[in-house]
């Protein structure tokens, strides 16, 4: 059993890198090895139209045949048991770097064909963590959880089931005094990552528990 976390934030040790840890942790607890991956590390690009992974009878159909940084990573994901992806929210969307890992991934497996097909292989569970600097409340003001539902609905498509966790009201700075952040509380911020932050943690643990667990 292999589960994947890929970090599709530029940092490695902050609120995304940490939830998918612990994701990785849990899915440990199941016995299952894990492997981080750090998309803002690798040299690629999103789709580039080129159309090989549709094309009848042609050597790269139902596979992205763009060659770059990515292609370990999307070779890794063929073989593997359990993925979670973890991305903080930038203007109301996932960050570029994983808007471009998910282009590549998903969409060199769907089959244009009437029965909404698609060509990978098994069915394996699958996870997306967002983090966002947004409160609670404001989630669904702003209708994030309708918003992501097409991701859901896209990686549930192809690999099987899928869930999200959305992580909310993160504190960005390890000193607030630092930056221009007079719109934000500070010391609720700390208390936030204090109090609240764990308990996310422990949800994504769960998460990856469930992701190796038996089918």
């Not at 840890?21 to 080129?50: P, T």
């Not at 979670?84 to 089959?111: A, D, K, N, T, W």
């Not at 999200?164 to 000193?175: A, E, K, M, P, R």
């Amino acid at each position: 059993m292999n589960v994947i976390a890929v970090n599709g934030s530029p940092r490695k040790t902050w609120n995304t890198a940490t939830l998918l840890r612990h994701a990785l942790d849990g899915a440990s607890s199941r016995g299952a090895a894990g492997e981080m991956v750090h998309l803002y590390d690798l040299d690629y690009k999103g789709c580039i139209s080129c159309f090989a992974c549709k094309l009848k009878g042609g050597k790269s159909y139902g596979r992205c045949a763009v060659s770059d940084g990515l292609r370990p990573v999307l070779d890794k994901i063929e073989s593997a048991d359990g993925l979670v992806l973890g991305s903080p929210v930038y203007l109301g969307m996932v960050s570029g770097m994983m808007r471009c890992f998910l282009e590549r991934l998903v969409f060199q497996y769907i089959v244009y064909d009437a029965q909404h097909s698609h060509l990978f292989k098994r069915k394996i569970r699958t996870g997306l963590i967002y983090t966002m600097n947004v409160p609670q409340e404001r989630v669904a003001q702003m209708g994030y959880e309708e918003k992501f539902k097409g991701m859901e609905m896209s990686l549930g498509r192809v690999f099987g089931a899928c869930e999200s966790l959305f992580v909310t009201d993160t504190c960005q700075f390890d000193d607030y005094a630092k930056y221009e952040s007079s719109l934000f509380n500070a010391e609720e911020k700390a208390a936030r990552r204090r109090e609240v932050f764990p308990e996310d943690c422990r949800k994504a643990f769960a998460m990856g528990a469930r992701l190796a667990a038996p089918q």
